[in-house]
Every structure is written in structure tokens, then in C-alpha cells.
């Protein structure tokens, strides 16, 4: 991704570079205008691929952090499943727990 943005941003510097030789012929308030505008574009282009390492640096952090965090709740919601999986009786032994209630009231009321 990071890879990729930087790039774009470097072919449309060189491409911003073509553009300003080819306008450099330009000597009116129109092409001071134009080459003005281009500069400034080269200038911004130029900048924001010097930020790209502290920006992905950055990114990948994040990343990192967030699969951190997804791995913990992965590995809570097993943890969960797991307790409920292993504290619930089955159908039989609910039963048997049922009938053992029965008999122990009826006991109780005797």
C-alpha cells in the first residue's frame, strides 16, 4: 500500500518534471502562472515523499497493534466457548441432575 503510494507520487513528480521543461518556453503572465502552479505541485509531491517513511512506520505500528488486539479477543472469545462448552451438562445428565432434584424434595417434604 505504502509501496505503491510512493510510487504514484514519484511518477507524478517525474511526470510534473517533463511538464515543467516542456513549459519553461512560457514567458508571459499566463506561463509565469503555469510554471508557478507546477512548481508548487513538484514542491508538495516532493514533501509528502519524504513523510512516507515516518508515515508507514507509523502504519505499520498501528497494524501491529491491531493485530495484537484481535488476536487477544480471538483467543478470549475460544477461552469463553470453551468454559461454556465444558460447564454445560449434556441432555442425559441434565436429566439424571432433574431426577435427583425430584427425589431430593420429595425426601425433603417426608
Same mark, same amino acid.
Given at each position: $500500500?505504502?509501496?505503491?503510494? +510512493?510510487?504514484?507520487?514519484?511518477?507524478?513528480?517525474? /511526470? $510534473? !518534471? *517533463? /511538464?515543467? !521543461?516542456? %513549459?519553461? !518556453?512560457?514567458?508571459?503572465? &499566463?506561463?509565469?502562472? @503555469?510554471?508557478?502552479?507546477? =512548481?508548487?505541485? &513538484?514542491?508538495? +509531491? *516532493? !514533501?509528502?515523499?519524504?513523510?512516507?517513511?515516518?508515515?508507514?512506520?507509523?502504519?505499520?505500528?498501528?497494524?501491529?497493534?491491531?493485530?495484537?488486539? +484481535? /488476536? @487477544?479477543?480471538?483467543?478470549?472469545? *475460544?477461552? %469463553?466457548? =470453551?468454559?461454556?462448552?465444558?460447564?454445560?451438562?449434556?441432555?442425559? /445428565?441434565? &436429566?439424571?441432575?432433574?431426577?435427583?432434584? @425430584? =427425589?431430593? %424434595?420429595?425426601? +425433603?417434604?417426608?
Amino acid at each position: $500500500l505504502v509501496q505503491s503510494e +510512493i510510487t504514484d507520487l514519484q511518477k507524478d513528480q517525474l /511526470e $510534473l !518534471r *517533463s /511538464e515543467l !521543461r516542456m %513549459n519553461s !518556453r512560457f514567458t508571459g503572465p &499566463d506561463g509565469a502562472k @503555469a510554471l508557478e502552479h507546477l =512548481f508548487m505541485v &513538484d514542491k508538495d +509531491i *516532493s !514533501r509528502s515523499l519524504e513523510t512516507v517513511p515516518e508515515t508507514k512506520s507509523k502504519l505499520v505500528a498501528k497494524q501491529v497493534k491491531i493485530k495484537s488486539t +484481535i /488476536e @487477544a479477543l480471538l483467543e478470549d472469545m *475460544s477461552k %469463553n466457548i =470453551f468454559l461454556t462448552e465444558v460447564q454445560l451438562p449434556s441432555k442425559g /445428565e441434565l &436429566d439424571l441432575l432433574k431426577q435427583e432434584v @425430584a =427425589f431430593k %424434595n420429595v425426601n +425433603i417434604d417426608a
